[in-house]
C-alpha cells in the first residue's frame, strides 16, 4: 500500500494518484504561482472506453471491476450527452446496446472559483468522480435517474472521471453541472481535455512459427453469435501464437487465453503459413463446436459452419511445392467448445496430422511451378539455434517433466550456435542465473541436408528433453535423471529440416547436447548445427498504454529457483506482465494474483510502479507504504520510504516537502512467500 498525506490531501491519508503511467515530471518553477493545469495530451472532450459484457455473458447489476481489461473501444467525444439506444450505437457500433460498461476521462476547466453541483442522469447506473472524489452517482438498475453533488472548484484544472454501465433495456447517460462559469444555469460539462492517449491496446502476436490466433469476446456485444462474426471491425481482446490448432475442449481454451468465466459468445481467427514441400492432392480437416471454417491462399477450401456439436469436415485440394496463406475462423455461441485443423498428404506420408504453420505473421511467398529444387524453410534469424529460456514456468514447485508453456513468455531469448552444454556452469553463463535450477528451454533451427538419406538423432540430457524433426518427435530422454542418450532415426531428404528442441532441469547438475550422424558427417557422431530459424528471436517486452495511473511491472520468480528475500535487480530483467493501475492498493495476495491473472500461488514476485504525482499546494507530506513483504517509495530518484526485508503486513512512513508541480515517483514491492499486499498512500494539504 502506497499512500500520501499533505496540502493537497486537505491532511488526510488517501491512495497516492499518478497523473501519468509513462512520462517523466516535468518540473514547474517555484515562483509559478498560477493554476498549474492538467497535463493534456488529448484534444479538447472526453476520452471514453467502451466494455461489451465485461462480466460474460452474466447481467450487470452494478460497475463492474474492469482492472485487467482492456477496452474494445476507445474514441474522444465532445460531452457526455447520450440520451436513447440510438445515440449510443452510433459511438460505439453495436446492434444492441445492452450488458455494456463505459468511462469518461476529462478536464473541468474552472475560470472562476466557486460552489458547483455536478449531474449525472442515466439508466442504469453512474458516478462522477473530481478531483478523485466522488461527487454525483445514480447507482443500481432503474429507468433515468438523477444524481447531483456539490463541491467547491478553485480557479484552473479538475480531473473528472465518470463511470456508467447499461444493462438491457433503454439506455441513457447525460453529465451536466452549474455555478459561477454557467451563470448557475444547469449545461452538458465540457472537458478541456484528457491526460495519455484515448486507443485501445491491440494485442498482437509475437513474430515467428505457429499459428496467430486472436480472440474477440460477445464479438455481437449481448446478441448471440450464431454465424461468423465480422471480425475484420473489431479490436481483439487478445492474440498468442500457438503451434497447432488443437484445442479439444472449452476448458483447454479458456485456460489458453486466460478467459474467466464460461466459454460462451467467442470468436477467434488463426492465421498462418503452410509450407508444402511434395506437391500433391491434400485433405484439409477442421472439427469444432461450434462454427469453423478453413482458408487457403483467400479461398474457402473447408466449410463447417453453424450451431453444432463436435463435428469433423473435410475437402480434397491440390497444393503445390511452396508456401500457401492459411486461415481459420471458429466461434462458440454456448455449451462445449473445441477446434483442431488437419491435414494429410504427401508431406504427412498420407497420415492425418495437425497442421503446421511456418510463421504466424508473414504472408506466403509464392514459388513458381517450374522450381524444382528443394525448397527452403524461411530464416529470419542468423545461423544458429533460437534458444528460450523460462524460469521456475510452475512457480516454486519442482518440475519432473517438460511443462506446458502455452500462453507464457521466456525471461530470456538468445541466438546459441549449438546445443553443448555439459555443466550448471555452462548454463548459467548464457541465461545469467546464480542457481541453474527449475528451468524450462526450447530450441528453434534448422537443419539443412545437403545428402538425403537415413540420419540418427541424439539428445543426452539432465534432466528431461526430446527433439522434434519436422513436427514429429525422433528421440528423447524423458523425466528425471542424470546425463542420459536418448536417439532415433529418420530418413531425411535433401533440403531444409525443421528441428525443435525441449528440456528442463529441475535441480541438481544439468547437461544437455544435440548431436546426429549420417551422409552428410561420414556416419560420425558429431554437434547438430542449426541454418537459422524462422521469426525473430527475441522476448516480447510487456507495455503499460500510456494514460494517467501507474505503469506496474511484475516479475516472476526473479531470482529463478532462489527465495526473494530482498529488492532483486528488475532493470536487467524482462517483466512477465504489465498493467496499469489507478492506485497501488492491493489489500491481499488473492486480488494481486486476479490482477495479473496470475496462476497459483502469489510467491516469489517483484513489481514496480511508476508514475507522475502532481502536487498542486507546496508543503510537507507524510508518504506511506504498506506491505507484505518489502516495499520502498523513490521521489525524484531518491529514496523517499523504506518498508524493505520480509515481514508481514507492516506500515512505513516518511515526512517530505514537496514543491508545487510534477514529481517522478516509482515504488519497489517483492513477495516471497505467504499473505501479500502492497499499498501507497500519501497525506498533506
Known amino acids: ?144 435517474r438523477t444524481g447531483c453533488g456539490d463541491k467547491y472548484l478553485s480557479r484552473g484544472d479538475h480531473s473528472v472521471y465518470v463511470i456508467f454501465f447499461e444493462n438491457g ?42 499459428w496467430c490466433s486472436r480472440w474477440y469476446f460477445n464479438p455481437n456485444g449481448a446478441a448471440q453469435v450464431r454465424d461468423f462474426p465480422k471480425t475484420d471491425r473489431l479490436n481483439p481482446n487478445e492474440a ?67 450451431l453444432h456439436g463436435a463435428r469433423t469436415r473435410c475437402a480434397d485440394k491440390f497444393l503445390r511445392q511452396g508456401e500457401h496463406d492459411v486461415r481459420t475462423e471458429f466461434f ?31 504472408a506466403a511467398k509464392f514459388v513458381s511451378r517450374k522450381h524444382i529444387a528443394p525448397v527452403p524453410i524461411k530464416r529470419d534469424g542468423p545461423e544458429g539455434y533460437c534458444s528460450r529460456w523460462f ?43 546464480q542457481h541453474f535450477d527449475r528451468v524450462a528451454m526450447t530450441l528453434d533451427g534448422i537443419l539443412n541436408v545437403k545428402r538425403a538419406g537415413l540420419y540418427t538423432l541424439c539428445t543426452r540430457s539432465d534432466d528431461g528433453s526430446h527433439i522434434f524433426m519436422d513436427g514429429d518427435v525422433i528421440a528423447q530422454a524423458p523425466g528425471l535423471h542424470p546425463p542420459r542418450t536418448g536417439c532415433g532415426d529418420k530418413y531425411l531428404s535433401r533440403g531444409d529440416h525443421s528441428v525443435y528442441v525441449i528440456f528442463f532441469e529441475n535441480g541438481g547438475g544439468a547437461f544437455e547436447t544435440v548431436t546426429y550422424r549420417g551422409p552428410d558427417t561420414k556416419d560420425m557422431l558429431v554437434p547438430m548445427p542449426s541454418a537459422g530459424f524462422p521469426g525473430v528471436c ?18 516472476f520468480n526473479p531470482n529463478g529457483a532462489a527465495q526473494v528475500r530482498d529488492f532483486p535487480k528488475t532493470d536487467r530483467l524482462n517483466p512477465n506482465e504489465a498493467k496499469t493501475t489507478e492506485f497501488v492498493q492491493f489489500h491481499s495476495d488473492g486480488q494481486l494474483s486476479h490482477f495479473i491473472s496470475k496462476a497459483g500461488r502469489f510467491d516469489r514476485v517483484a513489481a514496480t510502479f511508476t508514475g507522475v504525482l502532481h502536487i498542486n499546494m507546496p508543503g510537507s507530506y507524510k508518504l506511506c507504504t504498506t506491505s507484505d513483504d518489502g516495499s520502498r517509495l523513490f521521489v525524484n530518484g531518491k529514496v523517499a520510504v523504506n518498508n524493505g526485508g520480509l515481514h508481514g503486513a507492516r506500515t512505513r512512513c516518511a515526512d517530505k516537502f514537496l514543491r508545487q508541480g510534477e514529481h517522478d515517483v516509482r515504488t519497489e514491492f517483492f513477495e516471497n512467500g505467504g499473505g501479500a499486499n502492497i499499498l501507497v498512500r500519501y497525506q498533506g494539504p
Open 1 to 144: 500500500m502506497v499512500r500520501y498525506q499533505g496540502p493537497d490531501t486537505k491532511h488526510r491519508l488517501v491512495y497516492m494518484p499518478s497523473s501519468s503511467s509513462c512520462k517523466a515530471a516535468k518540473f514547474v518553477s517555484r515562483k509559478h504561482i498560477a493554476p498549474v493545469p492538467i497535463k493534456r495530451d488529448g484534444p479538447e472532450g472526453y476520452c471514453s472506453r467502451w466494455f461489451y459484457s465485461p462480466i460474460g455473458s452474466h447481467g450487470i447489476s452494478s460497475f463492474p471491476d474492469l482492472r485487467g481489461m482492456e477496452p474494445q473501444k476507445a474514441v474522444v467525444v465532445s460531452m457526455a450527452d447520450w440520451e436513447s439506444d440510438r445515440a449510443f450505437t452510433k459511438v460505439v457500433g453495436l446492434q444492441h446496446f445492452d450488458r455494456v460498461a463505459m468511462t469518461l476521462d476529462g478536464i473541468l476547466n474552472v475560470k472562476r472559483a466557486g460552489l458547483y453541483t455536478l449531474c449525472t442522469r442515466s439508466d442504469d447506473g453512474s458516478h462522477i468522480f473530481m478531483d478523485g472524489d466522488v461527487i454525483a452517482q445514480a447507482p443500481g438498475l432503474h429507468p433515468p
Open 169 to 210: 433495456g433503454g439506455a441513457f447517460e447525460t453529465v451536466t453541472y452549474r455555478g459561477p462559469d454557467t451563470k448557475d444555469m444547469l449545461v452538458p460539462m465540457p472537458s478541456a481535455g484528457f491526460p495519455g492517449v484515448c486507443e485501445v491496446a491491440k494485442p498482437e502476436c509475437l513474430c515467428g512459427s505457429g
Open 240 to 306: 498468442k501464437t500457438t503451434e497447432f490448432v488443437q484445442f479439444h475442449s472449452d476448458g483447454q481454451l479458456s485456460h489458453f487465453i486466460s478467459k474467466a468465466g464460461r466459454f460462451d459468445r467467442v470468436a477467434a481467427t488463426f492465421t498462418g503459413v503452410l509450407h508444402i514441400n511434395m506437391p500433391g492432392s491434400y485433405k484439409l480437416c477442421t472439427t469444432s463446436d461450434d462454427g469453423s471454417r478453413l482458408f487457403v491462399n483467400g479461398k474457402v477450401a473447408v466449410n463447417n459452419g453453424g
Open 332 to 362: 462458440e455461441n454456448g455449451g462445449g467448445a473445441n477446434i483442431l485443423v488437419r491435414y494429410q498428404g504427401p508431406d504427412t506420408k498420407h497420415r492425418l496430422v495437425y497442421m503446421p504453420s511456418s510463421s504466424s505473421c508473414k
Open 391 to 433: 524460469y521456475s514456468p510452475i512457480g516454486s514447485h519442482g518440475i519432473s517433466s517438460f511443462p506446458d508453456l502455452r500462453g507464457m513468455e521466456p525471461q530470456k531469448a538468445v541466438v546459441v550456435s549449438m546445443a553443448d552444454w555439459e555443466s550448471d556452469r555452462a548454463f548459467t553463463k548464457v541465461v545469467g542465473l
Open 538 to 555: 527475441e522476448v516480447a517486452k510487456p507495455e503499460c498504454l500510456c494514460g494517467s495511473g501507474w505503469c506496474s511491472r511484475w516479475y
